[in-house]
């Protein structure tokens, strides 16, 4: 403050006129200059009656405190600023929701060109890590969570579909044993909920004769579409798939959907970047 006072005034070169900037009064303004005076066992001022020159070292602190002023200005815009879509914003999800969401954010990004998106693919147990742990902004599950410090929201369900090679018109129980399963790292948990309630048979996924395996999202359908088996997916990892006329999307009786939970550290402040993505998300996905 004193600082400011004294560059106020040297720019302004009136004790008045530089209070009434500053909302002071003018023996304000007399004060502050005496103290830095008295600071820095310097005068700074050689006053001529209502007039003033500054001494070396006035100009001095002057051409240096001017500096340390804007520096503060700016630093204060800096962090009292909070753009919509500007700056860093990270997001975690399953493989199959990140098929859709991640090309839909990027759109976001084409349009504002200061908003970066920082995009992983993980299992829900690391997503939840990190969520608890601030290594992300945005993370959504297909799961609840275990910890206290992470907050789900509900925003939106999957079906889980059952795909088999295209010449596959029904689904019989004995179809699916003679093509055995494309398994994947959430194929177990897909193929019980689905299939077991659909099929009065089902009891474990290891009935089905394992046919081949893939932890690229992208690429569990491409056995599929080549006849070696069949498999279980999200719908959003199904609707990436880029030949869909190679594989048969079966909609069984008993439909079984997944909850997609939106999830955020309970503790932490949310800047308007990443409001606005959450937002976008949900638009998207719903």
């Given at each position: 403050?004193?600082?400011?006072?004294?560059?106020?005034?040297?720019?302004?070169?009136?004790?008045?006129r530089?209070?009434?900037?500053?909302?002071?009064?003018?023996?304000?303004?007399?004060?502050?200059?005496?103290?830095?005076?008295?600071q820095?066992?310097?005068?700074?001022?050689?006053?001529?009656?209502?007039?003033?020159?500054?001494?070396?070292?006035?100009?001095?602190?002057?051409?240096?405190?001017?500096?340390?002023?804007?520096?503060?200005?700016?630093?204060?815009?800096?962090?009292?600023?909070?753009?919509?879509?500007?700056?860093?914003?990270?997001?975690?999800?399953?493989?199959?929701?990140?098929?859709?969401?991640?090309?839909?954010?990027l759109?976001?990004?084409?349009?504002?060109p200061?908003?970066?998106?920082?995009?992983?693919?993980?299992p829900?147990?690391?997503?939840?890590?990190?969520?608890?742990?601030?290594?992300?902004?945005?993370?959504?599950?297909?799961?609840?969570?275990?910890?206290?410090?992470?907050?789900?929201?509900?925003?939106?369900?999957?079906?889980?579909?059952?795909?088999?090679?295209?010449?596959?018109?029904?689904?019989?129980?004995?179809?699916?044993?003679?093509?055995?399963?494309?398994?994947?790292?959430?194929?177990?948990?897909?193929?019980?909920?689905?299939?077991?309630?659909?099929?009065?048979?089902?009891?474990?996924?290891?009935?089905?004769?394992?046919?081949?395996?893939?932890?690229?999202?992208s690429?569990?359908?491409?056995?599929?579409?080549?006849?070696?088996?069949?498999?279980?997916?999200?719908?959003?990892?199904?609707?990436?798939?880029?030949?869909?006329?190679?594989?048969?999307?079966?909609?069984?009786?008993?439909?079984?959907?997944?909850?997609?939970?939106?999830?955020?550290?309970?503790?932490?402040?949310?800047?308007?970047?990443?409001?606005?993505?959450?937002?976008?998300?949900?638009?998207?996905?719903?």
């Amino acid at each position: 403050m004193l600082l400011r006072s004294f560059c106020t005034l040297v720019e302004i070169g009136h004790f008045t006129r530089s209070a009434e900037r500053l909302n002071m009064t003018q023996s304000g303004i007399s004060q502050h200059i005496r103290k830095l005076e008295e600071q820095l066992e310097q005068d700074l001022l050689i006053r001529e009656g209502k007039q003033f020159t500054l001494t070396d070292a006035g100009q001095r602190l002057y051409t240096e405190g001017k500096q340390i002023i804007n520096s503060l200005s700016e630093l204060e815009q800096r962090v009292t600023t909070d753009p919509a879509f500007e700056g860093v914003v990270r997001v975690m999800s399953p493989g199959s929701i990140g098929l859709k969401l991640y090309r839909y954010l990027l759109t976001l990004q084409v349009q504002y060109p200061k908003l970066v998106i920082d995009y992983r693919f993980a299992p829900n147990a690391t997503i939840e890590k990190a969520i608890a742990e601030h290594t992300v902004d945005i993370g959504f599950m297909t799961s609840s969570s275990t910890l206290a410090e992470v907050s789900l929201k509900p925003i939106a369900e999957e079906a889980l579909l059952l795909v088999t090679p295209a010449n596959i018109e029904e689904p019989s129980w004995q179809a699916l044993m003679q093509l055995g399963f494309i398994d994947h790292p959430d194929g177990a948990f897909h193929s019980s909920l689905l299939l077991g309630a659909n099929f009065s048979e089902f009891k474990h996924y290891n009935q089905f004769k394992k046919a081949g395996f893939s932890n690229q999202i992208s690429l569990i359908l491409e056995p599929v579409a080549m006849g070696l088996g069949f498999t279980v997916l999200p719908a959003h990892a199904v609707a990436a798939f880029p030949h869909p006329e190679q594989v048969k999307i079966h909609y069984l009786n008993t439909p079984v959907t997944e909850t997609l939970y939106l999830g955020v550290h309970l503790n932490k402040f949310m800047p308007s970047r990443v409001n606005s993505v959450m937002v976008a998300a949900k638009h998207c996905l719903k």
